[in-house]
Each structure stands twice: as C-alpha cells, then as structure tokens.
C-alpha cells in the first residue's frame, strides 16, 4: 500500500495558479500510475488528470486541459499538478491517487487514496 499526502491548496482569485503535490510513501512508487482528481460540494468525485507510471504519457480532462499539467518527480516520489489560470469552477477538494494495475480516468481504477486539500477560487 502506498500513501499519499497532497498539499498546496489554498484560497486564490480566478486567473491565478497554484501548484499541488502528492508525496508518497511506502511501497515502491516507481510503477504505479497517479492521477488527480476534485470533488466539489453536493457533486460526484471527477477525474482531472493522470499520469502514467512511465511518466511518459498524460491525460487530461477537458475542462482543465491546456491550464493545468500534471508531472512527476519519481527521485521525489512526488506527483505535482500546476494549476493556471484558476476559474471559480475548478473550486472543490482534490485528492491524489495511485492505481497498480489497469492505467484510466476511471476512479474505481485506482486503489490507494489521499486525503485531499481544498482549493477555493473566488471571482
């Protein structure tokens, strides 16, 4: 099992960027893909973006694409997600999460969990 601890959220205006970071412990981290994902209030947890274990391939969501990007720092074992031009829509907890098997966007795909840090955008 792997766990995850994401930092760096915080309360920003819309147009600004901040820069989260998963850092990961315990079983070796080196073949496992991450991937990020946010819940906002009263809705269903969605994928944001995923990076594959390779660090080679990314996905994004489309409605962060070309704003946010997703990298790792494997000598780190850290996983960041730069955030940019922030809307009030992209406001919701995001959590960082590891999956073993079967690479996707999908959240029953991923297996360890963290306990996610809240990002708030105000317009």
């Known amino acids: 099992q792997v766990q995850l601890v994401e930092s760096g959220g915080g309360l920003v205006q819309a147009g600004d960027s901040l820069r989260l970071s998963c850092a990961a412990s315990g079983r070796p981290f080196n073949k496992n893909a991450v991937g990020w994902f946010r819940q906002a209030p009263g809705k269903e947890r969605d994928f944001v973006a995923t990076v594959s274990w390779s660090g080679d391939s990314t996905i994004y969501a489309d409605s962060v694409k070309g704003r946010f990007t997703i990298s790792w720092d494997i000598a780190k074992k850290t996983v960041h997600l730069q955030m940019n031009r922030l809307k009030p829509e992209d406001t919701a907890v995001y959590y960082c999460?590891?999956?073993?098997?079967?690479?996707?966007?999908?959240?029953?795909?991923?297996?360890?969990w963290g306990r996610g840090t809240q990002v708030t955008v105000s317009s």
């Open positions: 999460a590891a999956a073993y098997g079967r690479w996707s966007t999908n959240t029953n795909d991923y297996e360890d």
